[in-house]
C-alpha cells in the first residue's frame, strides 16, 4: 500500500457548528478548523527516548496540548506503530538508543509512511551538519539539537502536527468530495488544463465502458466521442470549449456518446471550468447522463402512434436485449462465484440486516471447521476471535460501520481453530451502503499468516541472538560493503579501535579510517590488501600480522580474517574480525630479551659458581678461625679477667686502704667489669653466628621483680639519673634469667647514655595474655633514619659519638635480638623527636618446641 497516496481513514470528533456556516446536519465538518485556528481533534504526538528524565520533561511540555505517549527503545514504538489505527500526527525520535537507534526507527517508518501523513522530529546532540543530511535523508521532517529550548521545541512540534492534520484534512476532504462523487447518479469525468482525465466516476465508467485505469491521464478525445445523433457528424467536445473560453458550456440536443464497445447512448452534459483560489483555470469538469430511458419514453409514445408491427419488432428487440443483458450478469456471477470458491483466503459475506455470515471453503481449509460446525450468525465468528483481541476488533468493525464514511476496514488478530489452536490472520474487509449511508454489508476475507509471523518472530529471535553473539565476543567484528564502507560494528571493535559510538565510524571507508598498513609500516595497496582482496575474489582471506590505528594514533598489531557477504551470487560486501595481537608481539620482544638476558646471566652465574666455590673455602676458614678466636677469648682472656676481679674485691675488704687506693681499685674494678661483658659480647656474638642461636636455660620466674632487681643494679653506677619502674599484669613466666638480665641490662644500659641527664628512663613490664612486654623508653634527639634499618645488625653503631662515649663495639642491639628469639619472642624500636626512643621487647610466656634460629 501506498501510503503516501492513500491512508486509513481517522476518527475525528463531531463538534456543532454555530452560526450561519452549519451544514444541513448542524455541524462542522470533520476537516474543518475551528474559529481559532484549530483542529476539532486533539494532536497525538509519540516521544522515543531512552532517558527517563528526559522523557518526563518532554512529557509535561506537550501534554498542556497534545495527547502523548512515550517509548524508552524503538522496537516498542514500531510494534506499536504497527498495531496503531490511525497512526500518531507526530513522531519524536531520539537520534542515539540502546539497540535499533531513532535514524533506524525514522528509516523503518518511512518505508511505510510518507512525510506528510506521519511527520518525523529527530531530537540529537549531534551538531554537524552532515549529521542533519543524514536525519532529514532518512525521512524526518526536521530536527532540534539537544539541550534544546522548551519553546523551540513547543513551537516545531505545533508546526508539523499542523502539517499533519492539515494533511489529513485535505484527505478528508478529498476522500468525501470523491465519495460524493462516486455516489450521485450522473456520470462525472474531469480534467486537467491540457484536457487529460484526472477522475472517473463509477457512473461514467458504466455509461462509457472505460475503467479507470484504462483512461488515467489520457486525453479526454480519446474517450469520449460524440456525434450529431441525425447527422451521425462528430460534435466539439465541450471540454475544449471551455479550455478555450473558460465559461460553462452545455451539449447540444440530440448527441450520442460512441460508447467503448461502439454501441451508442444518447447523453445530454454540460462542461464547467475548475479554477483555483487565483481563479487560474486549472481544468475542466464534465457532467452527464444516459438519457435512455428519456428516450425509450419519447420511442414508446412514437409506438403508440406507429403501426403494431413496428411496436412489435422493438418489443422484440428490447426483449433481446434484456435477455442478454441478464446472460451477461449471469456470468458476471458465476465468475465471482468460483473466484468465492478458488481463494486461499477465507472469505466472509456478512449480511448486516439479517446479521448472517456466509463462508467460502476457505474456513475450512484454514482453520478445519466442517460444514456442520460453521454457524451462520456473526456470533459464531466472534467468539472464535482470541478473548484478549475480541474487543479491539470488534471496537474497529463498529467504528468503520458506525461512520458514514466508513469504507475499509483491517485487523490483525488470533483466531481460534477447530482443533483449539489459534491461528494468527490478517483480516481485510469492505463495507456496502445503501443510497443514504447506512451499511448493510460487509465482506471480508481471512489471511492466515501464522507462518509468516513466526518466521518474524523467529528472524527477530535470530537476529537479537546473533547481536547478542556480537556485543559478546571479545574479538573485533566490522561489516563493510563493497565500496569498503562501514555498515556495522561491534563494542570491541570501538573498543579496540578507540571509538565510543558506532556512528563515528558507520559509512567510512573503513580502510582509510584504520590507516591500515604491513607490519612493517609499508601501505596496503587494493592488489595487496587481503580486505580489499576478499571483496574482488570473493574469497575468505586471513592475515597474521599487520597494522591498524586506533582513533588516538595508537598502532595496533593485529590478526583478522575477512569473510565475503554474497547476495545473489554477488559479492556485497565483507565481515572482518580481528585481534589485538599487540601484546603478543611485546611478549615475544621480551622473550627474546630475557633470552639474551639469561645467556648473559649463566655466563654470569658460572663465574658466581666458582666465586662461590672460592668464597666458601675462605669462609670456611674464617669459620675455622672465628671458633679458634672464641677459644682464646674464652680462656686466654675470661680467665685473667676473672682474676683480676676477685683481686678487687679482695682488696675493697681491706679497712687500711686509704681514700684514692679505694678510689683507684674502683676503677680497676668498673674496666675489669666493662671487659668482661665486652667478652661475653663477643663470646655471644660468635656462638650465635656459628652454633645456630644463644643457648638459654629457662625456668619459672616473676620477670616484674627480676627486671626491678637489673634496672635498680645499673642505677647504681648512675646515682645521679633517674629510673622509673613500673609493673603491670601477670608476670610469671618461664625464661632464662641470666638472659634476661643480660638483655636488661644492655637496653637499661644504652637509655642512660644515650639520653638527657636530666630526663628520667622509664622502664616497663606487662603482663599480657600469652606474651610479657618489657619496654626502656627515653627522651632525647632520635636515632637517624639511616642507622634504624641496621641497627640490629652486628657490629652496627647508631652514631660515632655514642660509640666513643661507651667505647661499644656495636653488639649490644644484636645481641638483645639474639635473646628474645631464642625466647621466640621479638624486639621492635619506635624513635622520633617528639616522642623519643622506645625499645619494645615481646615475649611468649613459655618457650616454643623450635625456637627461631639467629638473626
Not at 8 to 20: C, E
Not at 215 to 237: D, G, K
Not at 558 to 569: E, G, H, I, S, T
Not at 591 to 598: D, K, V
Request: one cysteine or more; aromatic letters at 6%; a negative charge.
Amino acid at each position: 500500500m501506498d501510503h503516501q497516496t492513500k491512508a486509513p481513514p481517522r476518527r475525528t470528533s463531531q463538534h456543532v457548528r454555530q452560526g450561519p456556516e452549519a451544514n444541513v446536519f448542524g455541524s462542522r465538518y470533520p476537516w474543518e478548523m475551528g474559529p481559532g485556528g484549530e483542529f476539532p481533534q486533539r494532536g497525538q504526538v509519540w516521544l522515543l527516548e531512552d532517558s527517563p528524565t528526559q522523557a518526563a520533561h518532554a512529557r509535561r511540555l506537550l501534554e498542556p496540548h497534545y495527547t502523548v505517549e512515550t517509548f524508552l527503545d524503538g522496537e516498542s514504538m514500531l510494534e506499536a506503530l504497527a498495531q496503531a489505527s490511525p497512526p500518531p500526527d507526530t513522531l519524536l525520535l531520539d537520534w542515539q538508543l540502546p539497540g535499533t537507534s531513532g535514524l533506524e526507527v525514522c528509516r523503518f517508518v518511512r518505508q511505510m509512511y510518507g512525510e506528510t501523513y506521519l511527520p518525523i522530529l529527530m531530537l540529537t546532540v549531534r551538531g554537524e551538519r552532515t549529521d542533519f543530511l543524514e536525519g532529514l535523508t532518512a525521512g524526518a521532517n526536521d530536527y532540534v539539537a539537544k539541550p534544546y529550548d522548551d519553546a523551540e521545541l513547543l513551537a516545531r512540534v505545533r508546526t508539523l502536527v499542523r502539517i499533519r492534520q492539515q494533511a489529513e484534512a485535505l484527505r478528508m476532504r478529498e476522500e468525501w468530495l470523491s465519495t460524493t462523487l462516486h455516489s450521485i447518479g450522473d456520470a462525472v469525468i474531469a480534467t486537467d488544463s491540457t484536457g487529460c482525465i484526472t477522475f472517473l466516476n463509477p457512473v461514467a465508467v458504466a455509461v462509457t465502458g472505460w475503467t479507470w485505469e484504462e483512461v488515467r491521464n489520457q486525453p479526454l478525445t480519446s474517450i469520449f466521442r460524440i456525434i450529431n445523433e441525425y447527422t451521425r457528424l462528430p460534435v466539439e467536445n465541450p471540454v475544449e470549449r471551455v479550455l478555450r473560453e473558460g465559461h460553462v458550456v452545455g451539449l447540444a440536443n440530440h448527441t450520442l456518446l460512441i460508447r467503448k464497445d461502439g454501441s451508442e447512448v444518447p447523453i445530454d452534459d454540460s462542461a464547467a471550468p475548475i479554477r483555483d483560489s487565483k481563479g487560474t483555470l486549472t481544468g475542466v469538469v464534465l457532467v452527464f447522463r444516459d438519457i435512455s430511458d428519456k428516450k425509450l419514453a419519447e420511442a414508446e409514445r412514437s409506438l403508440a402512434l406507429s403501426d403494431a408491427r413496428t411496436a412489435r419488432e422493438f418489443a422484440e428487440r428490447s426483449l433481446q436485449e434484456t435477455r442478454e443483458a441478464n446472460a451477461a450478469l449471469g456470468a458476471s456471477e458465476e465468475r465471482f462465484a468460483l473466484a468465492f470458491r478458488a481463494t486461499q483466503d477465507a472469505i466472509w459475506d456478512w449480511n448486516l440486516v439479517t446479521n448472517t455470515v456466509s463462508w467460502n471453503p476457505g474456513i475450512s481449509s484454514l482453520f478445519g471447521y466442517n460444514s456442520q460446525e460453521i454457524g451462520s450468525d456473526a456470533s459464531w465468528r466472534i467468539e472464535r476471535i482470541h478473548p484478549d483481541d475480541r474487543q479491539r476488533v470488534i471496537q474497529g468493525i463498529q467504528s468503520v460501520i458506525g461512520s458514514p464514511h466508513g469504507q475499509n476496514w483491517y485487523a490483525e488478530y488470533r483466531y481460534l481453530r477447530s482443533d483449539g489452536t489459534h491461528a494468527f490472520v490478517k483480516d481485510r474487509a469492505f463495507v456496502v451502503r445503501d443510497t443514504g449511508r447506512n451499511a448493510v454489508r460487509m465482506v471480508g476475507a481471512m489471511q492466515d499468516a501464522t507462518h509468516q509471523r513466526r518466521s518474524i518472530e523467529a528472524l527477530r529471535e535470530r537476529e537479537e541472538l546473533f547481536r547478542g553473539l556480537l556485543d559478546a565476543t571479545a574479538e573485533g567484528i566490522w561489516g563493510m560493503d563493497a565500496e569498503g564502507h562501514c555498515i556495522f560494528a561491534n563494542p570491541a571493535c570501538l573498543s579496540l579501535l578507540g571509538y565510543s559510538t558506532v556512528q563515528e565510524i558507520l559509512g567510512h571507508d573503513i580502510h582509510a579510517l584504520t590507516r591500515h598498513t604491513r607490519a612493517d609500516g609499508t601501505p596496503c595497496t587494493p592488489e595487496t590488501c587481503g580486505i580489499s582482496i576478499a571483496l574482488t575474489s570473493g574469497q575468505h582471506v586471513g592475515m597474521d600480522n599487520e597494522l591498524l590505528s586506533r582513533k588516538d594514533g595508537q598502532r595496533l598489531h593485529v590478526r583478522y580474517q575477512a569473510n565475503p557477504l554474497r547476495k545473489d551470487n554477488q559479492v556485497v560486501g565483507a565481515v572482518v574480525s580481528f585481534e589485538d595481537i599487540s601484546s603478543r608481539k611485546s611478549v615475544e620482544k621480551e622473550r627474546e630479551r630475557l633470552s639474551r638476558e639469561a645467556e648473559k646471566l649463566h655466563q654470569r652465574t658460572q663465574a658466581l659458581l666458582v666465586a662461590e666455590t672460592t668464597a666458601r673455602r675462605e669462609a670456611e676458614k674464617a669459620r675455622e678461625f672465628e671458633q679458634h678466636l672464641a677459644g682464646i677469648v674464652s680462656h686466654d682472656l675470661r680467665n685473667p679477667l676473672s682474676v683480676i676481679l676477685m683481686s678487687t674485691q679482695v682488696l675493697m675488704r681491706q679497712e687500711e686502704l686509704e681514700g684514692r687506693t679505694l678510689k683507684s681499685i674502683a676503677r680497676i674494678q668498673n674496666n675489669a667489669e666493662l671487659a668482661t661483658r665486652m667478652v661475653r659480647d663477643l663470646l655471644d656474638f660468635t656462638q650465635a653466628r656459628l652454633g645456630g642461636g644463644l643457648p638459654i636455660q629457662p625456668r619459672p620466674l616473676d620477670a616484674h621483680a627480676l627486671v626491678r632487681q637489673v634496672a635498680e643494679e645499673v642505677g647504681m653506677n648512675a646515682p645521679e639519673r633517674e629510673i622509673l619502674i613500673t609493673a603491670e599484669g601477670n608476670g610469671e613466666g618461664e625464661w632464662d634469667p641470666d638472659r634476661i638480665t643480660q638483655l636488661m641490662t644492655n637496653l637499661v644500659t644504652n637509655a642512660l647514655k644515650y639520653s638527657p641527664a636530666a630526663t628520667p628512663v622509664l622502664v616497663k613490664t606487662r603482663g599480657e595474655q600469652d606474651t610479657l612486654l618489657l619496654e626502656v623508653h627515653n627522651e632525647g634527639a632520635p636515632i637517624p633514619l639511616e642507622a634504624q634499618t641496621l641497627l640490629f645488625q652486628p657490629l652496627q653503631r647508631a652514631t660515632s659519638q655514642w660509640d666513643k662515649q661507651g667505647r661499644s663495639i656495636g653488639l649490644g642491639l644484636y645481641i638483645v635480638e639474639n635473646i628474645a628469639r631464642a625466647h621466640g619472642g621479638s624486639v621492635a624500636m619506635e624513635s622520633t623527636a617528639v616522642g623519643g626512643t622506645t625499645f619494645r621487647v615481646r615475649l611468649p610466656r613459655t618457650r616454643p618446641l623450635t625456637p627461631p634460629g639467629p638473626a
